[in-house]
């Protein structure tokens, strides 16, 4: 078995729960075996547990860093797509309140290829790529679809060798196979051809 992102070699890492996990040698990702992937019926199941509710005040804020970017730097005419927009598409409701052309795809609840034929201004992907089971397959999806000079914006929890894996609450959602640390955005940004990706608390900007 090879790192599902970059290729590359792996190594045992960790075996939690009968659940195996490996790290990637060059890319420094942190995968789940594919053996322990859920089918798209469980994994379906698993989200509708989730509490997307758009008018959530929570919900709102929890996204709002990546909102008050988008805000600051795209206009209404400009086209944005919500990658993986979940049960509850709060990224797309509160940029449609504002007027803005964002379009809704997950493929599970917003199933609509037709999306991907079109390509994007900005891409927001909040909280998803952790759940990517073949991330190779949608980093070159997503770079294809940015306009030149596009924005990919990336919500996920990173890894880095202070967290104790074992003990890590982000692993233990059942849909999180696949996890990223600084050097994994880096390589990312080399291999896609992306300027250097700005890293901060909230969000995860990529600039093609």
């Not at 990637?24 to 053996?35: A, N, R, S, V, W």
């Not at 909102?67 to 400009?78: E, G, M, Q």
């Not at 993986?84 to 803005?100: A, D, K, Q, R």
């Not at 199933?111 to 949608?138: G, Q, R, T, W």
Request: hydrophobic share 35%; net charge negative; proline share 4%.
């Amino acid at each position: 078995m090879l790192c599902s992102l970059c290729d590359s070699e792996i190594a045992f890492f960790s075996e939690i729960n009968k659940r195996r996990y490996y790290r990637c040698k060059q890319c420094k990702g942190i995968l789940l075996d594919p053996d322990f992937f859920l089918s798209t019926q469980a994994e379906k199941e698993r989200y509708l547990l989730h509490k997307n509710d758009v008018n959530d005040p929570g919900y709102q804020k929890f996204v709002s860093p990546i909102i008050s970017d988008v805000l600051k730097d795209f206009n209404t005419n400009h086209k944005g797509l919500d990658f993986g927009s979940g049960s509850g598409p709060i990224v797309t409701s509160i940029l449609h309140e504002s007027g803005y052309n964002i379009t809704a795809y997950d493929p599970i609840f917003e199933p609509n290829k037709d999306v991907l034929k079109e390509s994007y201004d900005y891409i927001i992907c909040c909280e998803v790529m952790e759940h990517f089971y073949n991330p190779a397959k949608e980093f070159e999806l997503l770079y294809s679809l940015l306009n030149p000079k596009g924005a990919l914006y990336c919500k996920t929890n990173l890894y880095d060798n202070t967290i104790d894996f074992d003990t890590w609450w982000y692993k233990n959602d059942t849909t999180h196979v696949f996890f990223y640390t600084k050097d994994t955005l880096h390589w990312i940004a080399t291999k896609y051809g992306y300027a250097t990706p700005r890293i901060t608390k909230d969000f995860i900007l990529f600039i093609k």
